[in-house]
């Protein structure tokens, strides 16, 4: 019984020691046979996912890692740099 409590602790310390925060689709774009989702969240938070175009339509909110950027950043820079990676 010691042995479940120990395991059940650790995992409660990992699942809090990774903040999460909602994002909201900013942008999607498709590339080939990729959808490039664009998440925007809580101070200046950026989440990109990479899934094949099968999947379907992005998300409008998704549970993404809580990553504070130091400066604002511009979208359409965003969105120039993942083409620029599909070139």
Request: proline share 6%; with cysteine; net charge positive.
């Amino acid at each position: 019984m010691f042995a479940f409590v120990a395991q059940a602790r650790v995992a409660e310390d990992d699942s809090t020691s990774k903040k999460m925060t909602t994002c909201r689709l900013a942008s999607q774009l498709l590339q080939g046979n990729t959808r490039v989702c664009v998440f925007v969240g809580a101070n200046h938070t950026q989440y990109q996912e990479y899934v094949p175009y099968d999947a379907g339509e992005c998300p409008k909110e998704y549970q993404c890692p809580y990553r504070p950027n130091e400066k604002p950043f511009i979208l359409k820079n965003v969105i120039k740099s993942i083409k620029d990676q599909f070139r």
